[in-house]
């Protein structure tokens, strides 16, 4: 009797009812329960043994367990007890699980007016009551305490908002950090239905990741061991941030959750969300942002690089159909990324992003353990129409082939693929045609596009802008004619020099046959045959001379003059 002493007048009455709730007993009597818990009254009725016999009931299933009960029974006797934050909700639902439902009102009623006038009046107040909710479920959900608590979250933070009560003004971010991630979904839901800000949704999600996962964002990579706690946190805190349409969240936030995703093994569907989430707000990501999720869980060696490629081809993706499904704005992006705003002065997120990538390129190409493949897949994996300069790509290949001296030419050749040496500036073009890192065809490109350039500023009356470019000065009429003869004309050289290349080929070859008494005279002809090929600037393959790309500073035509018939020289 020592819990119910209090609650009746004479301890001589024996209890005819026993509560059986996990290791806990109630000896209570059946007058003071039954006429009000239905539920109890039911299970008596049932009972065998007559209406003198001491029933025993199993409650295990009661939600709030024995302190729920406890203050139940407390009410039944008419006892006092405290209703508070903690354990209104939970009260709420033993109620309904024991159906007291009494027309003269009832506790049920009693923890209603408590939750309207003080538990959700205040936002702590509301938090506490809906991480209450989390032990209760679902009977929680099934009686509306949850939404109800939900609301309230979200109409406080609603309010403070515009109304600041406190300093700092963002005080009630701190206070999200004690919900469970499935509570703090359901108020990021709530505070959508109340159409609150996005910056609303970023601080209240960017705020609650880092608070919760402040042990986990702070961990140090060279752990072996991460707990698998840890990898669940962070699996559950991502699938319930805001969609990126409702709020797309900072990107440097992001690459940091990254960052921590692959370095303590979560999910690939987690890691994969937070990869399209990065790709979302890629044009406002930094170079050392996705250097961070470049590097390993040290941050000393590059390890992630395919993580950065799949952000990079996500992000040209969903430009690319932005751009195609757009009307007049996928026009003006597609006029973009040809070039023809690039030297107005137009920008543009995928200029943007290519510049980042170039940057990324340039800081990674200095690992010695970086392969061709990973390089090249993640410097090209922006289109080469997006630059309107590749001098910043020029850079990175230059550091790559510094930092890798033992690169056959083949795979030099390789590293230059990304980039076209047409798109160099004039101090690029320059400093490519003294480089002796650089292969063959590269510097071929250079010079040939140089001396193409040099030719037109002396036959077509043009002079140097300030970036070393051909300005012709003949009207736009004149320019179109010019263009035609001279692409024709151009055209037959280049024709006329392919012909006698393969006679030459042919001549050597012959000689070859007819020779085989001095290997060192055939030495000399072969070292001599593929040097001939070599200087050969038109031709086929990934360095291509396509002047098709020349276009006048001013006037926007082809700018293409018919060099002079000097074949076999580059200068």
Wanted: with cysteine.
């Amino acid at each position: 009797m020592d819990r119910t002493s209090q609650w009746v007048s004479s301890p001589d009455i024996p209890a005819d009812l026993l509560i059986r709730i996990a290791d806990d007993v109630f000896p209570l009597h059946k007058a003071v329960m039954v006429p009000k818990c239905g539920y109890i009254r039911k299970a008596v009725a049932a009972a065998r043994g007559g209406a003198t016999a001491t029933v025993d009931l199993d409650l295990s299933a009661l939600p709030g367990a024995a302190d729920a009960f406890d203050k139940v029974a407390r009410y039944c006797y008419g006892a006092n007890f405290e209703i508070s934050v903690r354990n209104a909700a939970a009260l709420l639902c033993a109620a309904a699980f024991l159906d007291m439902h009494p027309t003269d009102g009832g506790l049920a009623r009693r923890v209603e007016e408590f939750l309207a006038k003080v538990g959700l009046r205040t936002l702590p107040g509301a938090v506490a009551v809906l991480r209450s909710c989390e032990g209760l479920l679902p009977a929680a959900e099934e009686i509306g305490v949850v939404q109800r608590s939900a609301d309230a979250i979200a109409l406080r933070i609603c309010n403070e908002v515009l109304f600041p009560t406190r300093s700092p003004p963002e005080w009630w971010t701190a206070e999200l950090a004690a919900l469970s991630p499935a509570s703090f979904h359901k108020v990021i839901t709530a505070l959508r239905c109340r159409r609150a800000e996005p910056e609303v949704l970023v601080a209240a999600a960017t705020a609650y990741a880092e608070l919760l996962l402040a042990e986990v964002l702070a961990a140090d990579g060279h752990a072996a061991d991460h707990s698998r706690m840890h990898r669940a946190l962070v699996e559950s805190v991502v699938a319930v941030l805001p969609s990126t349409d409702d709020a797309p969240l900072p990107a440097a936030f992001l690459c940091h959750l990254l960052h921590v995703a692959i370095t303590i093994g979560a999910s690939a569907k987690t890691c994969r969300d937070l990869e399209l989430r990065v790709a979302a707000v890629l044009d406002q990501a930094t170079a050392g942002d996705l250097l961070t999720v470049a590097l390993d869980g040290a941050g000393e060696r590059v390890q992630n690089v395919d993580a950065v490629r799949r952000i990079i081809t996500a992000f040209v993706e969903r430009d690319s159909a932005a751009s195609s499904g757009g009307g007049a704005n996928g026009r003006n992006r597609r006029a973009s990324l040809s070039g023809a705003g690039a030297l107005q002065g137009g920008g543009g997120a995928m200029q943007t992003v290519a510049k980042t990538v170039d940057e990324v390129a340039a800081e990674i190409a200095t690992e010695e353990s970086l392969p061709i493949s990973k390089f090249v897949g993640l410097a090209g994996a922006v289109p080469k129409e997006a630059r309107a300069t590749h001098d910043c790509l020029y850079r990175a290949v230059d550091i790559y082939l510094k930092a890798h001296p033992a690169l056959e030419e083949t795979e030099r050749e390789k590293v230059c693929s990304v980039m076209d040496p047409l798109k160099l500036s004039y101090q690029g073009r320059l400093h490519a045609s003294q480089n002796n890192r650089l292969p063959l065809q590269a510097v071929l490109s250079a010079l040939y596009y140089d001396q193409l350039k040099l030719r037109s500023g002396d036959e077509g009356g043009g002079g140097w802008d300030a970036y070393g470019n051909g300005v012709m000065r003949s009207s736009a009429a004149g320019s179109a004619r010019k263009q035609a003869k001279e692409e024709a004309s151009l055209a037959r050289e280049n024709e006329a020099l392919r012909s006698e290349l393969a006679r030459m080929r042919a001549y050597v070859s012959g000689m070859q046959q007819q020779s085989k008494g001095s290997s060192s005279s055939r030495g000399k002809k072969g070292s001599w045959l593929r040097t001939l090929s070599r200087l050969n600037p038109f031709k086929a393959g990934i360095w291509g001379k396509d002047t098709s790309g020349i276009v006048d500073g001013k006037t926007g035509a082809m700018n293409s003059v018919k060099p002079k018939r000097r074949r076999f020289s580059i200068s």
